[in-house]
């Protein structure tokens, strides 16, 4: 059974980090690419980041310089590293893992809020 598991979201005031993981069970991880989607309230659920299975990033215009994505495929855990955090970036985020073999698998979100 397929399972993502994603964690660290919370508030936090404008500026500030957080960093979000997302643990992978009932996949081979390493061939995943893994990939943070997020969605607000009203909106589309849009691309934040990816990270291939070869490690190559991309990152959406309105985070990069700002969020970071990572991987360790030994502990099956994909990460993002949010600094700079502003309110728009307020939304629910959800980690995804896709493949040509299988998915796409989504975790259940965790909410990040950006607020004073």
């Known amino acids: 059974q397929v399972q993502l598991v994603d964690s660290g979201g919370g508030l936090v005031q404008p500026g500030g980090s957080l960093r979000l993981s997302c643990v992978a069970s009932g996949i081979i991880f390493s061939v995943y690419d893994m990939a943070w989607y997020r969605q607000a309230p009203g909106k589309q659920r849009e691309l934040v980041a990816r990270?291939?299975?070869?490690?190559?990033?991309n990152y959406a215009d309105s985070v990069k310089g700002r969020f970071t994505i990572s991987r360790d495929n030994v502990k099956n855990t994909a990460y993002l590293q949010m600094n700079s955090l502003k309110p728009e970036d307020t939304a629910v985020y959800y980690c995804?893992?896709?493949?040509?073999?299988?998915?796409?698998?989504w975790g259940q979100g965790t909410q990040v809020t950006v607020s004073s």
């Open positions: 990270i291939t299975d070869g490690g190559r990033t």
């Open positions: 995804n893992a896709d493949s040509y073999r299988a998915g796409p698998y």
